[in-house]
């Protein structure tokens, strides 16, 4: 009888002979590519530093596409679209020190989008290693401990026989759900060492399934069958692992109501009659859920986005399916159900029936009116025909990815995503600059459609040095630029709190001006025009600009009522 922990995978001829023959001039560099090509990367992002060259310069001799940026953190960024897009663990090179930790706020977001980023980072030199000052340049005490608390998992490699597991270790972690970025740090000398090892032609690291446990998703089954006024929360799990069709049988089959997160945006069609959008920040929304007697939030934490603040205190019973073991709980006691959405997902629909409820449409019909009514008493005629006119523009297919701006916030709640996977923004850990380089990798997942960023002008001074990579790689790439002078929303927070703003105005650049000299063409819009340029810019390949001067007010809260 043969097991399968007693299989063993036989080299080919050509492994053979590439194990026994290795090409000369091959280095640790080398090695870190060629795993990345056996566990099957196609692309890579990053900056090169000085201790990090051994990896670029094996990039060389490699048939990894890289796309350079200009900062780290936007490289970040870039990595951490890409893996959202394709659901792929993104390499993420960087250099020792002042490099790897520019990309902290980049590995941040990662971590809290769930976004799969492996970030391979050089040390000093091993001899440097152990917390000691010797003086090396980019010496720190403790790289790694800068990270710890930031991504998902760390790997140490101090010989060149490490980097292949260390790396296929990694990369295990970061697609084992939750996805997550992760830490590599490999010492300059490593890298730079010529090799003698036989070239990495395959390397295995599956992730590993996160089934549910059945008892727990036949009491979830028993209480939802059972309930009479269900409602749904659907979060970003259900996009990341694919389960909005899921999600809509069950919800279906239930006739409950659902909300999606403003992380879950696409996951549940916007004008399905059971839809009852984004809108968590309104009242109208969180009294109608908090009524439900069972609430089942699928892939949410219930953090304070998704809660109007903390304000939201469900009353009924709440099934909670979540991957992230913290997140379990954390905000409400719940039946907590450790697992993937998709696979937490079938398990109910195997035994789940069919419930009748010929109210539940009219009932999301009234909450909808009612969110409607108050948003138009506070004349935002303007924000909407913004938000209207790029909804018009962007095509179905088109992911667009959004900065902490006013509109974004806008977007949040009121924009129809249309297709789950395809609206992104940094709401998770809330970073300024994400829109335009994080486009940058979106276009590179998918390179079939055009991508939209959108930033404010404060947003955008973060990133405009990324104008040369979307040009450099002639990436098609279009970014709205919404120029109301400073960052809008802390003017908005701070006049509301304290009588007047400070801090927050800017002196800003010619935006179309600037666009041009990068050889980006650029063209100055109005709110009546702007589907229009936005259509004509998406519709041209290559990277564009769209700067749109207007001063945009947000929504009155509902959590400070």
Do not use: C
């Amino acid at each position: 009888m043969t097991h399968d922990h007693d299989l063993v995978l036989r080299p080919t001829a050509a492994q053979t002979e590439a194990a026994l023959n290795p090409p000369p001039g091959r280095n640790g560099g080398d090695l870190v590519v060629e795993t990345l090509t056996g566990l099957g990367a196609t692309t890579v992002f990053g900056l090169p530093g000085q201790h990090a060259l051994g990896m670029f310069d094996a990039l060389r001799r490699s048939d990894l596409a890289y796309i350079g940026l200009r900062v780290e953190n936007n490289a970040g960024f870039a990595a951490d679209a890409y893996g959202r897009i394709t659901g792929e663990a993104a390499p993420l090179l960087l250099s020792t020190g002042p490099g790897a930790l520019t990309s902290l706020a980049a590995l941040q977001e990662a971590a809290a989008a769930s976004a799969p980023v492996l970030a391979i980072s050089s040390q000093i030199p091993g001899a440097g290693l152990g917390g000691g000052r010797h003086g090396y340049l980019h010496e720190l005490p403790d790289q790694q401990a800068s990270f710890r608390g930031v991504v998902k998992s760390v790997h140490t490699v101090r010989t060149q026989s490490q980097i292949p597991s260390a790396i296929a270790e990694a990369w295990e972690s970061a697609l084992t759900a939750p996805h997550g970025p992760v830490w590599v740090e490999i010492p300059q000398d490593v890298l730079l060492a010529e090799t003698s090892l036989p070239v990495v032609t395959a390397a295995d690291a599956a992730p590993h399934d996160l089934p549910p446990r059945p008892e727990l998703t036949a009491v979830a089954a028993d209480l939802l069958s059972k309930a009479a006024r269900p409602a749904i929360i659907a979060g970003g799990g259900v996009v990341r692992s694919d389960a909005s069709g899921k999600l809509r049988q069950l919800a279906e089959r239930l006739n409950a109501p659902v909300v999606t997160t403003f992380g879950g945006k696409g996951a549940f069609p916007w004008n399905h009659p059971l839809s009852l959008q984004s809108w968590l920040e309104d009242r109208h929304t969180t009294d109608f859920l908090e009524d439900a007697d069972v609430l089942l939030v699928v892939g949410s934490g219930l953090g304070e986005l998704s809660s109007n603040y903390y304000t939201f205190k469900p009353r009924g019973r709440v099934i909670q399916i979540e991957a992230d073991l913290g997140k379990l709980e954390s905000n409400h006691p719940a039946l907590g159900i450790h697992a993937d959405a998709r696979l937490a997902l079938s398990a109910l629909l195997e035994t789940v029936p069919e419930r009748e409820d010929e109210t539940a449409a009219d009932r999301v019909r009234t909450v909808l009116d009612l969110v409607r009514e108050r948003i138009d008493a506070q004349e935002l005629t303007l924000e909407q025909q913004v938000l209207a006119a790029v909804r018009q523009a962007l095509p179905d297919r088109s992911a667009s990815f959004w900065d902490m701006t006013i509109l974004a916030y806008w977007a949040w709640s009121a924009f129809d995503a249309r297709r789950p996977n395809t609206m992104h923004s940094a709401q998770g850990a809330g970073g300024l600059g994400y829109a335009f380089p994080a486009a940058i990798g979106g276009a590179v997942a998918d390179p079939t459609h055009p991508v939209l960023a959108v930033s404010g002008d404060g947003g955008a001074l973060y990133s405009i040095a990324e104008l040369a990579t979307a040009r450099q790689h002639n990436l098609d790439v279009t970014w709205l630029i919404v120029d109301d002078g400073g960052y809008g929303i802390l003017r908005e927070y701070m006049t509301d709190a304290f009588g007047q703003a400070t801090a927050t105005e800017l002196s800003r650049p010619d935006y179309v001006a600037l666009a041009e000299s990068f050889g980006v063409p650029g063209v100055r819009t109005t709110p009546d025009t702007l589907a229009d340029d936005l259509a004509k810019s998406l519709a041209t390949p290559g990277p564009s600009v769209v700067v749109l001067p207007a001063l945009l007010r947000m929504f009155a809260p509902t959590h400070l009522d």
